[in-house]
């Protein structure tokens, strides 16, 4: 088992992208714990070690709490910063309020959550990987807020991954380009009444090999990135994106 008796933190573990390490790190030999406002499936419980924990990244105080918790009782080796939210819009159609919502979340809650951690794993090192996007890489119509954020989830990564070479801490990122998950469902819902399948087909289409990611495969990615396999793999973003990044042009 790649991850055997790793103690782990996702955050957003609930749902998604993050549902989906939660399993594969457990699977793995993981002791996993949840940072998300929802509890995770019930059935995530009877698979492997698995701790929820109430915990809204944007609140320095409470990912404090927490992560002293964790920590006190078993160590911290690998941080996964994945809660995230997205939004729709240009620059003007931004409100002040969105814009603030998206940096808590995205941007505070990988500094909370990556400063929380930072502190135990210098005394014997572990691995962070942040959620990033290829919105952070390439322009994507109608995603001003959320690139931004998530430009700034890239240069975190770098900083932190440079900043801590000495403490045996590796950083690196991912950044998935369109992933099938419930949120795609309910936005195609929301936005596109009566045309979600052919809408949904078009933006599968957008990924050069024809198709949306899985939850699973991002996961496989992380799995590897936190493991000792990848112990010489630091300060890197890593897409994962059908090809879209450098075959769509």
Request: include cysteine; charge should be negative; aromatic fraction near 8%.
């Given at each position: 088992?790649?991850?055997?008796?790793k103690?782990?933190?996702?955050?957003?573990?609930?749902?998604?992208?993050?549902?989906?390490?939660?399993?594969?790190?457990?699977?793995?030999?993981?002791?996993?714990?949840?940072?998300?406002?929802?509890?995770?499936?019930?059935?995530?419980?009877?698979?492997?070690?698995?701790?929820?924990?109430?915990?809204?990244?944007?609140?320095?105080?409470?990912?404090?709490?927490?992560?002293?918790?964790?920590?006190?009782?078993g160590?911290?080796?690998?941080?996964?910063?994945?809660?995230?939210?997205?939004?729709?819009?240009?620059?003007?159609?931004?409100?002040?309020?969105?814009?603030?919502?998206?940096?808590?979340?995205?941007?505070?809650?990988?500094?909370?959550?990556?400063?929380?951690?930072?502190?135990?794993?210098?005394?014997?090192?572990?691995?962070?990987?942040?959620?990033?996007?290829?919105?952070?890489?390439?322009?994507?119509?109608?995603?001003?807020?959320?690139?931004?954020?998530?430009?700034?989830?890239?240069?975190?990564?770098?900083?932190?991954?440079?900043?801590?070479?000495?403490?045996?801490?590796?950083?690196?990122?991912?950044?998935?380009?369109?992933?099938?998950?419930?949120?795609?469902?309910?936005?195609?819902k929301?936005?596109?009444?009566?045309?979600?399948?052919?809408?949904?087909?078009?933006?599968?289409?957008?990924?050069?090999?024809?198709?949306?990611?899985?939850?699973?495969?991002?996961?496989?990615?992380?799995?590897?990135?936190?493991?000792?396999?990848?112990?010489?793999?630091?300060?890197?973003?890593?897409?994962?994106?059908?090809?879209?990044?450098?075959?769509?042009?």
């Amino acid at each position: 088992m790649q991850l055997e008796n790793k103690n782990a933190i996702v955050t957003g573990g609930s749902s998604g992208i993050g549902e989906a390490i939660v399993r594969k790190f457990i699977f793995e030999g993981a002791n996993v714990h949840v940072f998300d406002l929802h509890r995770p499936k019930k059935e995530l419980e009877s698979i492997g070690h698995i701790a929820y924990h109430h915990c809204d990244v944007s609140t320095e105080r409470r990912v404090n709490e927490v992560v002293d918790e964790i920590a006190n009782s078993g160590g911290i080796d690998i941080l996964v910063n994945n809660a995230g939210v997205s939004h729709i819009g240009n620059i003007e159609s931004t409100d002040p309020n969105d814009l603030d919502l998206l940096m808590d979340i995205n941007i505070k809650g990988v500094f909370n959550c990556a400063k929380a951690c930072i502190r135990y794993m210098k005394k014997s090192g572990g691995v962070i990987l942040n959620m990033a996007s290829i919105a952070a890489s390439v322009g994507l119509k109608d995603r001003f807020a959320y690139a931004l954020t998530k430009g700034a989830v890239l240069a975190m990564t770098y900083s932190i991954a440079k900043d801590y070479l000495d403490y045996n801490i590796r950083c690196n990122s991912i950044s998935p380009a369109r992933i099938h998950t419930p949120f795609v469902d309910g936005f195609l819902k929301k936005n596109y009444k009566g045309k979600e399948e052919e809408v949904f087909e078009q933006l599968a289409k957008s990924q050069p090999v024809g198709r949306m990611g899985k939850p699973e495969e991002v996961a496989e990615l992380a799995c590897f990135l936190c493991s000792d396999k990848a112990s010489f793999m630091t300060g890197t973003d890593y897409p994962i994106d059908g090809g879209f990044l450098k075959l769509n042009s």
